[in-house]
Nanobody, 121 residues
């Protein structure tokens, strides 16, 4: 029903910025809430941000509040994660997901392949 592909990751110096993009295919994109998760080596996958299908409601992990903004463009079938003031602890593989608005992985039905973000100190 929905296929997701992330892009925009890479290597950035601490204090820098990146914008991740997640392009979705399928006619039902607008019916899904979207989320971003991340997973560092040897650690569990954790919630980062979520946005409702309307794009009005958002929710963030406490440690990224004020530094991260999630948004979506229905016309382009794309969700974004703008990250500023990046820290080495932000280093992880980032995944976008489609499903029900929430902070649990179990609330999302479709996942992208993941994209690496590395923040150097």
């Amino acid at each position: 029903q929905v296929q997701l592909v992330e892009s925009g990751g890479g290597l950035v110096q601490a204090g820098g910025s990146l914008r991740l993009s997640c392009a979705a295919s399928g006619r039902t994109f607008s019916t899904y809430d979207m989320g971003w998760f991340r997973q560092a080596p040897g650690k569990a996958r954790e919630f980062v941000a979520a946005i409702s299908r309307s794009g009005i409601n958002t929710y963030y992990l406490d440690s990224v509040k004020g530094r991260v903004t999630i948004s979506r463009d229905g016309a382009k079938n794309t969700v974004y994660l703008q990250m500023n003031s990046l820290k080495p602890e932000d280093t992880a593989v980032y995944f976008c997901a489609a499903g029900r608005y929430g902070v649990s992985q179990n609330e999302y039905d479709y996942w992208g392949q993941g994209i690496q973000v590395t923040v150097s100190s």
